[in-house]
């Protein structure tokens, strides 16, 4: 089936079309797992689905240029606050920083602390196929091992009250991030063969119970950053 809008309910994982993703992998990736994923329309989609996935491939400025267009930024950044299921690939994950070095003077949504520069040290850039990841030891979703990376930029540090994996390309940078619910890759789990898709399963089935926002379950409150 195609990654155009459902027109039909009944869907778990809702897709934030940001204009700069390929989206026919994300859908088909989901579905793979026995979910039902549907490409969002609105603000409320996004207040209301189980799970939300904010994918992307291209520019950070084309990217926060359509979330603010289409009034999503701040729906996105409530879930985060509340630390529910959201789910960041690639430049997902740059865009949820405060700041690009792909695009100065524009500001990211804010919710993980930090800046975005380019990949350094000597290696090609882009950074294009298979790299391996560490993770520590306590991360809920995040595992080491191998995944598949299409990336030029680069988050340095794992921000604070943030569970972090780490990468290798010419120097160390973030390959992941985690806290509660929220689950950041700069790799693209939709790609990375088995390993991806044991990850994809771990954030649908093990997301903490607490980031409920109907009321029906206690929420997580910890300050976020955005």
């Known amino acids: 089936m195609s990654a155009a809008r459902v027109a039909t309910g009944g869907y778990e994982v809702g897709i934030v079309p940001t ?3 390929n989206l026919e992998t994300v859908v088909a990736a ?10 969002l329309d609105s603000a409320t989609d996004i207040r209301d689905a189980e799970y939300v996935v904010l994918p992307g491939v ?3 400025a084309d990217g926060l240029a359509e979330l603010r267009r289409q009034g999503w930024d701040e729906a996105l950044r409530r879930r985060i606050r509340e630390l ?11 865009l949820l920083c405060e700041w690009s070095d792909e695009a100065p003077g524009i500001p990211g949504l804010g919710c993980v602390p930090g800046r975005t520069v380019r990949l350094a040290g000597g290696c090609r850039v ?4 298979w790299n391996r990841i560490t993770a520590p030891a306590d991360a809920v979703f995040l595992r080491s091992g191998i995944f598949y990376f299409a990336n030029s930029y680069r988050l340095e540090a794992v921000p604070p009250d943030w569970t ?13 991030l985690e806290r509660g619910g929220v689950l950041a890759c700069q790799f693209h789990p939709e790609l990375s063969g088995k390993t991806g898709a044991a990850l994809l399963g771990r954030w649908l089935e093990q997301t903490p119970a607490a980031e409920a926002h109907d009321g029906s379950r ?8 955005c």
């Open 30 to 39: 989901f579905r793979r797992l026995g979910r039902t994923p549907r490409v």
């Open 84 to 94: 529910r299921p959201t789910l960041g690939i690639c430049l997902g994950l740059q």
């Open 164 to 176: 972090g994996a780490i990468g290798l390309h010419g120097t160390r940078f973030v390959a992941g």
């Open 218 to 225: 206690t929420r997580v409150r910890l300050a976020a950053a």
């Open 58 to 60: 291209g520019s950070f």
């Open 19 to 21: 204009g700069v993703a």
């Open 126 to 129: 882009p950074q294009l196929g």
